[in-house]
């Protein structure tokens, strides 16, 4: 069993996130990558990555719009080129949004 994302079962259906508890019975994502990069779905980005092992693609960068983010994938769409990407999140270095990025702070 993977100890780094431990698995919660909870009633809004995303049994693989993890949630810290709020007041009353309301839950929130904990600040992960995944969860800020889903609380930033639909805005422009440009995705820094390095693959190690690849002498052509060591270290390169995608620029798209984020479609959807998983627990360990982000798959990000270009609009100028009609391009798909789906991009393990291992490889993944930083992000630079040209606007205020969403993050929930209050857990």
């Known amino acids: 069993m993977n100890n780094y994302y431990p698995n919660y079962q909870t009633q809004n259906g995303y049994p693989n996130q993890e949630f810290a508890p709020t007041s009353g019975n309301v839950f929130q994502e904990q600040s992960y990558i ?3 990069l889903r609380l930033n779905k639909g805005k422009l980005g440009k995705f820094y ?4 092992d690849s002498m052509e693609w ?3 960068s ?3 719009i984020i479609e959807q983010a998983g627990r ?3 798959i990000i769409s270009n609009p100028n080129t009609g391009k798909w990407y789906l ?3 291992v490889y993944l270095n930083y992000v630079e ?3 205020k990025i969403n993050y929930l702070t209050n857990y």
Not at 49 to 52: E, H, L, N, R
């Open 97 to 99: 949004f040209d606007e």
């Open 58 to 60: 060591r270290d390169t």
């Open 34 to 36: 995944e969860n800020i």
């Open 72 to 74: 360990d994938h982000l």
């Open 49 to 52: 990555c390095s693959f190690p």
């Open 87 to 89: 991009i393990l999140l």
């Open 62 to 64: 995608f620029t798209g």
